[in-house]
């Protein structure tokens, strides 16, 4: 059992943005060469080139589809991270020490020297954001890529998060969620940034943004314009002439 | 553990010991990328943030870019063929082995009969340097793959305005309020689609996707209308219908940038029907308002009139509008009349068309920039019509594919949104009309150059590539009456036709980074029997095969001589303005790979193979007089080579002194500039130039100073495309080159100067009722190009194509999760995985491009899902027409530019037995020349 601070000074997280996530994966594979090499064991693929290959991600795309009665369907595109829960069920079942919350950030990490690989902290997580590598017996999980976000050695425009940097369409934003001021707060209070399974009680800091509703699906067109439907001046070629020809003199 | 004691991170670790910046190649898109370097090997690839393409931001593929040039799949030094053809048996050999076995093939060839080369370059972005290479071998057989990717935007784009989308031009994001994007799943361009979208989401500008499938962008659109398959043209001439009829048109666009005053023959009887009344000097006449007499449309001060009709020649001229007018007012394009085929309701037709007539002409935007026209004329300010579009191989991929895309060209520029701020916008080196375009060539002088250039843009009926007798002077057919302006060539037709030795018997096919033994061809399994069919001699059909790939390929099996590539960070390259260049509609750019990793096998970059080559056969420009090669490699070619006196590959750091921009003689340091400047050159249009580009007199300066044309080539949007009339007028009997009888019609009903929309060709070639399903593919954004499945990162997003089977479909036949089909089409039978999808067409399937694999191929373990479960709609689609009892062989092409018509598949579907799991058709396991990849990776635990 290990505690979880009670409060930390920042509340590092991102707010993902499902109105603009059109599923490419650019985020799921920059985390992968990021931390591979980077923060703890790689992240290894078993059976890489083989029938059953199993990598270990710690971001991935979740493609959802929604459909009601008489409407047309909708694909919703969920990238899934580990979500830095304030109260993070994977830290305090974590048997060793090794899952804990950092009191300067809130971010959550894996110290690899403490972990056993027991795999409790996965089975506690309600979201499914934390994964054991089969190569190394190690648990991975989102870092918020914190060899980055501090790095004195990358620019400091490049001191976010891989996914965050190289997100093509800007779905990912990265900051402090208890500077109610940040980028993010502000992105979530405008758009109604959504706690992922707040019934968990876990707390999340990541945010989402959920998808503005799409004019086909709601049914009314979506149309704000004062006449929904264009006005025919000309019923015949022959009336378009005549019309053309007064247009005409006007230019 | 108590939290005072929490581990002391090190947050500030070194994270490479060297930044080298080049280009991606993982898809089309080329975005500058950093490629952070430790201890020797590539650690870490992220998008470069001043790079005009992708702005620091890089997508799946180029984040995987490691996996690819660490693969297995990777070729390790050249190989002869030792077993028969498709066996996949080899022998490695040296590479002066391997360059005297191809100039043993080669130089004979082309002192007797050049065109026995038949040399198709696939995904090539080095076109400018192996055309050229083309030419002065003598073959008129060359072009690279767009015949069966994008021609029909391509050509309709240039026969139309000057230019399509992607490397043509892209919406003006910061402006656009309105977006429509056609077709489109992930395509080029990959990235600045994926961020102009982003923008427009920030500044809540709408976004209407037409696509029968919503995926990927159309998930995201604020609306999305899922047309039925092969209908865009129907749907965007309804669309026009209702604009038309109330008045909603920018007229004073027309009048000024179009052809629509232009007086045409209207009379039937007329030898020049169709044609354009021309005066003195050849040039077309409008009629004056003024005056009420016809004058040269480029005359200072004439008011040209859209409606007069006049008497001349004793013919009737009406100007284009008007016969544009009346064809598109007809009621068979009113929405009602059309929203049951298009599978879009009249009401949604209707309001869209409202929309767009809203935001472009209640919205307007300026810009107070003052700018001058061609004519001299000042304006004051830019104005501008807010709604965009973009569109790729969604609606080019039919046999319809060129009206449609030349229908959708037209409603942009009727709505005068066309090179207007928040419109459509070119990028230097476009636009550029026809004119500017050389016409195709295939004079064939053995033992010399061929007469010009392969490709281009045929003006008339005396621009075909034929042969005295009439028939086909190229193995592809390209520039025929069949399809006579096939502008990028048409690659799926050259292993069919040598194979049927129709035109003509090949000896040597020649291909390069072309997977035509599986993805790339339509009947795949078919194209593995005409690779390995012989004849009477017991000899094969098609005798000798050349290829080039850095990868174990599908086709490399099918090959006698392999010339191992290197992988894309292991070379030089230029993405180049003589070539499809890589330029913002704000300014020009260019930009190179080099070796950022040396090779650590026996391969070497292509073109540098091409140009020892060239050298070795004596080519002309590539041996100087004493014998020696001119070109030590690619990289001295990129640096010296001048296509036109001071103008060459590299258009940024010219001169002596490397200032020269655009023109300049030979720099001997240029690359180096290229490498210390992040790997591209740009160079910004000035505000005044901005817009307006063709008409806008300081873009034309700017160009001519760029060396990007020789001088001022001010022109107009043509609406009516005259030579398509000119392939009509043969038709119907004038002129001395004359259509053989079987094609008149066709092309009468085909080449239409406005556009038409006719249905798919395969719709009245199959009982549409046996086959009532539309069958398409896209590619997945994470794996767009076919070399991403020996990625071990990429597979294990995209390792398996199920058929997306609309909800429907399902529900009819009684599929069920786990189901398995089989769908047949008039050509073939395929056994696939089905799953449920209801945010599809509800009569279509469709599955993933290029997934499945051939057991043995890339490296990958036999039982590979892409081996597997994964499968192939190649299969389902013929190159070749139904029979239609005449003995001729008639190309799955569009009639007008021979691109491969795809998506216009028609399937049935039925439940399978599952059986063991494994997709039908099941081909062989070929050996693979390079073993197979590692059990377990784990990539970069020595790189920290």
């Known amino acids: 059992m290990t505690n979880l601070p009670s409060a930390t000074e920042k509340k590092l997280g991102l707010a993902i943005d499902l109105d603009t996530c059109v599923g490419c994966h650019a985020c799921v594979i920059s985390c992968k060469e990021w931390n591979t090499s980077n923060y703890g064991a790689p992240l290894s693929d078993v059976d890489a080139y083989g029938a059953s290959p199993v990598g270990t991600f710690l971001n991935r795309v979740h493609t959802f589809e929604i459909k009601a009665d008489n409407r047309p369907a909708q694909t919703l595109h969920f990238p899934k991270s580990c979500l830095h829960c304030e109260d993070a069920p994977c830290v305090t079942v974590c048997p060793t020490g090794a899952s804990y919350k950092r009191t300067q950030d809130g971010i959550v990490l894996v110290n690899e020297d403490d972990c056993m690989g027991c795999g409790l902290c996965a089975w506690a997580c309600p979201y499914g954001a934390r994964e054991m590598d ?77 998808p503005r ?11 704000d314009i004062p006449n929904p439907f264009l006005e025919a001046k000309n019923q015949t070629a022959k009336g378009f002439l005549g019309w053309l020809d007064k247009a005409l003199e006007k230019i | 553990m108590s939290l005072s004691s929490q581990p002391q991170l090190d947050t500030s670790p070194d994270v490479s010991d060297e930044i080298r910046h080049t280009t991606c190649y993982m898809c089309a898109c080329r975005c500058g990328i950093n490629v952070h370097m430790k201890n020797g090997k590539v650690k870490y690839i992220e998008g470069n943030k001043d790079h005009p393409v992708n702005k620091g931001v890089l997508c799946a593929k180029g984040s995987a870019g490691i996996m690819q040039h660490y693969s297995p799949a990777r070729l390790k030094a050249p190989m002869k063929r030792v077993g028969p053809r498709g066996s996949g048996q080899f022998e490695e050999i040296s590479w002066e082995e391997a360059m005297e076995t191809a100039v043993s093939w080669l130089a004979p060839l082309r002192k007797e009969a050049p065109e026995k080369l038949a040399f198709f370059t696939g995904r090539d972005q080095s076109q400018s340097m192996t055309g050229w290479w083309a030419q002065a071998y003598g073959t008129p057989n060359y072009a690279a793959h767009g015949g069966f990717c994008s021609v029909n935007m391509a050509a309709a784009g240039i026969y139309t305005m000057g230019g399509a989308f992607w490397e043509f031009g892209a919406p003006d994001w910061e402006h656009t309020r309105l977006f429509m994007i056609f077709g489109v799943a992930e395509d080029h361009d990959s990235n600045p689609i994926k961020m102009g979208i982003g923008r427009l989401k920030e500044r809540g500008a709408k976004i209407i996707g037409v696509n029968p499938i919503r995926s990927g962008y159309n998930a995201v659109a604020d609306e999305w209308v899922g047309i039925t398959p092969g209908t865009d043209g129907l749907f965007i001439l309804a669309i026009i219908h209702e604009l038309l009829k109330a008045g909603k048109v920018d007229l004073d666009y027309l009048v000024r940038y179009t052809n629509a005053p232009f007086l045409v023959n209207d009379d039937p009887e007329s030898k020049d029907y ?22 040269a449309f480029d005359r200072k001060g004439v008011t040209p009139d859209l409606v007069k009709t006049h008497k001349a020649k004793g013919s009737t001229w009406r100007p284009v509008f008007q016969l544009l007018a009346e064809k598109y007012l007809s009621e068979e394009n009113a929405a009602e009349n059309v929203a049951g085929r298009c599978g879009v309701s009249a009401d949604t037709i209707r309001r869209i068309a409202a929309e767009l007539a809203h935001v472009a002409f209640e919205e307007e935007i300026t810009i107070d920039q003052p700018w001058t026209d061609w004519k001299g004329q000042k304006h004051d300010k830019m104005i501008g019509r807010p709604v965009s579009f973009h569109a790729m191989r969604g609606i080019s991929a039919h046999s319809n594919g060129f009206q449609t895309c030349r229908a959708l060209h037209m409603l942009q520029i009727l709505l005068g949104s066309v090179e207007v701020p928040g419109g459509f916008r070119f990028k230097p080196t476009y636009p550029k009309p026809v004119e500017a375009h050389p016409a195709p060539h295939c004079k064939v002088t053995p033992g010399a150059p061929l007469d010009g250039p392969h490709l281009g843009y045929p003006r008339g009926p005396e621009d075909l590539c034929l042969a005295e007798d009439g028939s086909a002077a190229r193995i592809d057919k390209a520039f025929t009456w069949d399809n006579p302006l096939s502008a990028h060539g048409m690659m799926h037709m050259v292993i069919s036709n040598a194979h049927a030795g129709d035109p003509y018997k090949i000896d040597t096919l020649f291909m390069y980074m072309a997977n035509m033994s599986w993805n790339s061809s339509m009947n795949s399994a078919g194209v593995m029997q005409m690779l390995t069919d012989r004849d009477e001699s017991g000899e094969y059909v098609i005798p000798r095969i050349i290829y080039s790939d850095a990868y174990s390929s599908e086709m490399v099996a099918y090959a006698d001589l392999i010339l191992p590539d290197t992988t894309y960070l292991e070379r030089h390259d230029c993405i180049s303005l003589l070539d499809r260049p890589i330029c913002e509609a704000d300014a020009v750019a260019d930009s190179i790979r080099w070796p950022v990793v040396e090779p650590d096998r026996d391969v070497r970059c292509f073109q540098s193979v091409l140009i020892e080559l060239g050298a070795r056969l004596g080519l002309p420009g590539m041996v100087n007089e004493d014998g020696s090669p001119t070109y030590k490699d690619y990289a001295d070619y990129i640096q010296n080579h001048e296509r036109r006196p001071g103008v060459g590959p590299l258009a940024g750091f010219r001169g002596k002194d490397g200032t020269g921009k655009g023109r300049g003689e030979p720099n001997p340091n240029q690359i180096q500039a290229y490498i210390d400047n992040g790997g591209f050159w740009i160079d910004h249009i ?23 044309y020789d001088k001022p080539q001010p022109y107009l949007f043509q609406l009516y495309v005259e030579p398509l009339a000119r392939f009509q007028r043969a038709a119907r009997g004038h002129g001395d080159i004359q259509p053989p009888e079987h094609l008149r019609q066709h092309i009468l009903e085909n080449m239409e100067p406005l556009p038409s929309w006719r249905p798919p060709f395969e719709d009245t070639a199959v009982d549409t009722e046996e086959y009532p399903f539309h069958a398409l593919t896209q590619r997945p954004a994470a794996m767009y190009h076919s070399w991403g499945s020996q990625n071990a990162w990429l597979r294990q997003i995209h390792g398996a194509n199920p058929l997306y089977v609309s909800g429907e479909i399902f529900a009819r036949y009684g599929f069920k999760d786990g189901d398995w089909a089989w769908v047949t089409s008039r050509h073939g039978r395929i056994k696939v995985p089905v799953v449920r999808m209801d945010a599809l067409n509800a009569n279509t399937v469709w599955t993933w491009n290029a997934i499945g694999k051939r057991a043995g191929a890339w490296a990958l373990d036999e039982k590979a899902p892409e081996a597997t479960r994964g499968f192939l709609l190649n299969h389902l689609i013929s190159e070749l027409l139904p029979p239609k009892k005449d003995g001729m062989r008639w190309s799955n092409s569009d009639p007008v530019t021979g691109q491969a018509a795809w998506f216009d598949l028609r399937v049935k579907i039925e439940r399978a037995d599952p059986g063991n799991g494994v997709s039908q058709p099941h081909a062989p396991t070929q050996k693979s020349p390079v073993g197979q990849g590692p059990d377990t990776i784990a990539y970069g635990g020595d790189l920290k």
Not at chain 1, 188 to 210: D, F, I, W
Request: aromatic content about 8%; overall charge positive; proline content about 9%.
């Open chain 1, 134 to 210: 089969a190569e190394a017996g190690i648990m991975k999980k989102c870092t918020l890529c914190v060899d980055r976000i501090y790095n004195e050695n990358i620019p400091e425009e490049d001191r976010v998060p891989s996914c965050v940097r190289t997100c093509p369409a800007g779905a990912r934003h990265f900051g402090d969620f208890a500077d109610p001021d940040s980028n993010v707060s502000r992105l979530s209070a405008e758009r109604g940034g959504v706690e992922l399974m707040a019934a968990q009680k876990t707390r999340p800091v990541n945010r989402y943004l959920p």
């Open chain 1, 213 to 223: 509703p799409k004019a086909d699906v709601t049914g009314d067109g979506q149309i």
């Open chain 2, 686 to 708: 000035p505000p005044e130039a901005a817009y307006y580009k063709p008409w806008n007199a300081a873009y034309q300066d700017w160009a001519v100073e760029r060396g990007l």
């Open chain 2, 274 to 295: 169709g044609l354009f009344l021309r005066g003195r000097n050849n040039k077309p006449q409008v009629m004056d308002r003024k005056t009420g007499k016809p004058v």
